[in-house]
């Protein structure tokens, strides 16, 4: 299953719930009241929208996620790189390091990646 297209406004919606889950719809509106300014309107129809698409399930009131952060995460990342970059990843990593100097932490850390992934594992 191919994971729901989630937008800007939706996504900070789910972080919350991802952080929350599960939820009372109730303590959703309250939370984003707080952190997003949303009358409770706007919370009860993301929460329909996003249930409608299968991102989500409210039942009994209670909210939980159906799509967890990190695949959100890779399908917009995957998309990105479709989009702009012709699908290919080198293109993608010298963009974001002609721009962004790298730390030697970061670098190990994605030569483990690589180096894991050569492996069999996972990244």
Partial sequence: MDTPKI??????????????????????VELCR????WKPTTTYTVIKKL????VLKNENTIVTSLVSK???QAAELNEMVEKTFEGSLPAFIAAFTKHRKL?????????????????????
């Fill in 7 to 28: 937008f800007e406004s939706e996504y900070r919606f789910c972080l919350i719930l991802w952080e929350q889950e599960p939820v009372k719809s109730g303590k959703l």
């Fill in 103 to 123: 730390s030697d932490a970061e670098i190990d850390a994605v030569q483990q990646m690589i180096d894991r992934y050569r492996e069999g594992g996972t990244p």
């Fill in 70 to 72: 990190d695949q959100v």
């Fill in 34 to 37: 707080e952190r997003l300014g």
């Fill in 51 to 54: 249930s409608e698409r299968g």
